[in-house]
């Protein structure tokens, strides 16, 4: 793994919300190990117990960090059970994270990489609670990775570790059917149709001559910028991260379409895909 | 421009919320090029495409900030469109944002001032979306800024940037006639009515024998700290932002009175204003 | 006071909330005066001037933090009035906080402390207005606390300050009475009976053959982690803070009880505790 230059940085991605004392109890912990590190926050507002939601975000934010990032993501709804913490080496990227599928989108995305369950309690708080597993166990890991200890003294290589999927879209007639796997605060509805992974048929003329379908309403062609529609008007586009994207233009898609995750959406070209 | 002591500094003010991981994918962005820059949140609760809201938000915070810090303000309905990025000097402060009026406040306010457009496309990330500028353009010109580098080298100075105007306070009988503006997490009521700007007919006496009126509510007289009236009772204020402002003592007065943005609120006084 | 090394830290723990600029303007009014302090958010969504909350979470979190750590908490319902700045030294930790309970349990806590009444103007902002002392003396007090000034120039020890205490937990046959003082973002309700206070007729089997009853709902026994109930089932545990907890897995236990702060719990053994 590189190590970036300056300070190491912790990311901190969970379900804890903000309003509770937790993240910055977590952030005391990491302070007290070690000193100077930048530690920033990616979002508390997973939608709590989501897997999911936690592995698409960490999936669409890590690559913009330098390399040494310690990714530290603590979703944790078996927190004080068997499941195992670990720590997830790849060519550029550390991260810390229970063994419940969070990392999923991880595995698949980056080419070497290396699982290690952590098993050395001496890297631990000395007491370790049932419920509090990122207080406890993986601030203090994080924090002793940004001080520069070596990954294999944490704990051995595993191979058995959970992976979860995320839906994948289907070929249907003339195209694909997806759904919306995440709605953001604009209320854009993002599908699992992925532009990287559409087929030949695809050319940059298709943009302009397929159509999408969601719950009713049929969009022609896919635009390259929100402004391109009249404000309050129905658009589709490829967003930041690479997906098919339903939005209104200064407005909620969620709310005017009344749709939200799950909701099918169809890619469609009269010649469909090859 | 001075520059501070001590690590530079950049605040973000944007309409992103904290669910999404947006605003961390920014600050990922910016310690890739600029490491140990401090990174400081004003609010990524700007109502969404509120521009007017977050032109009030970034005058009332920039001239807390040391000398030499870099102001980053992404309120952008226009991405993609062929609306401009920004970047302004001031004497003590530099801001990054787009050409949509949001820093119409800073160009009242600050005596000398150059508005660049920002057309040095080096600076950007490799690949430009159609959605995201402020992880694409207006993070990295922002790190680049901090590792100091010259403003001039961003691109050209300009005249023709867009202003927007705030809703004036006007003159009627015996005194003036403004409106609520903002409203914040207590549910006080912030008018366009600015103590700075009262005229000569107003004096230290004018706070006791001046009304104020709103939604048909009568307030004798201006206080000087919210506890002067009883918990739960109405009165009214200069801010700390040096505004008039309703408020319920250890209440909200949004939700007493049923009152937000654009209420009329009128200033009175016997002799009214010279 | 032990200082510790590396950047002094300041934790914030305020009723602010996260939309207004609040925060922001206090932290670059900190960073002005104590340029590479590093500031630490607690939470900023106390509900407002809930000084209990806020005394809760101030001793829940503090002790994770470095020692010479320093805590600024504005929930300040007095703002304006006579009401006192205070600034506390324990053995390890700092506290800046208006006089009205906000360190209550901290007073009971810590062993050695000095409480001082911050009088030295000098150390303010220089114009103070009557509505937001968390810019205008707080923040630049933990702020030249930061710089290294000794806590004696701030002010003289007094010994009047203002005490509030926590409801506590009653007697009853059998067992304890105590109430929910707390419910964090999982919809967990923590009682104030406290593990550590059970007196000794409280053994290790005491756990398995307890019951909690709370809102006509009776518990058998308490778990050691949230994933030994079915999810969507309801349990009892003594949380990460050391208070007695009811709790759904994965669910939300204030939802399926439609139960929240106040509400009843008692903790019952056969043979009562001794």
Not at 30 to 49: A, R
Not at 128 to 136: E, I, K, M
Request: net charge negative; glycine share 12%.
């Amino acid at each position: 793994m590189v190590k970036g230059r300056g300070p190491r940085i912790i990311t901190l991605t969970t379900d804890f919300g903000t309003k509770d004392p937790f993240v910055g109890i977590m952030k005391g912990v990491i302070l007290g190990i070690c000193s100077g590190v930048e530690i920033i926050d990616i979002t508390h507002q997973i939608e709590c117990y989501q897997l999911l939601e936690a592995a698409l975000v960490v999936k669409a934010t890590y690559r913009y960090f330098p390399s040494g990032t310690i990714h530290l993501i603590v979703v944790d709804p078996g927190v004080g059970s068997e499941r195992r913490p670990l720590l997830v080496e790849t060519e550029h990227h550390l991260f810390v994270a229970p063994d419940n599928g969070v990392l999923s989108l991880i595995y698949r995305e980056e080419g070497w990489k290396r699982v290690r369950e952590i098993t050395a309690r001496s890297y631990f708080l000395q007491e370790v609670s049932d419920t509090f597993h990122g207080r406890d166990i993986f601030a203090p890991v994080a924090a002793w990775l940004a001080r520069g200890e070596n990954p294999a003294s944490f704990g051995p290589p595993i191979n058995d570790y959970i992976h979860l999927s995320l839906p994948l879209p289907v070929r249907i007639d003339h195209g694909l059917r997806g759904e919306v796997i995440y709605v953001d605060r604009f209320g854009n509805l993002m599908s699992n149709i992925e532009q990287g992974l559409l087929s030949s048929g695809w050319s940059p003329h298709s943009r302009k001559y397929c159509r999408v379908v969601v719950g009713g309403t049929v969009i022609e062609g896919i635009n390259d910028y929100y402004g391109q529609v009249p404000p309050g008007e129905v658009g589709a586009i490829f967003n930041s991260w690479g997906y098919l994207e339903i939005f209104v233009n200064q407005g909620s898609a969620q709310q005017r379409l009344s749709l939200g995750t799950g909701a099918k959406v169809e890619l469609l070209l009269d010649q469909g895909f090859s």
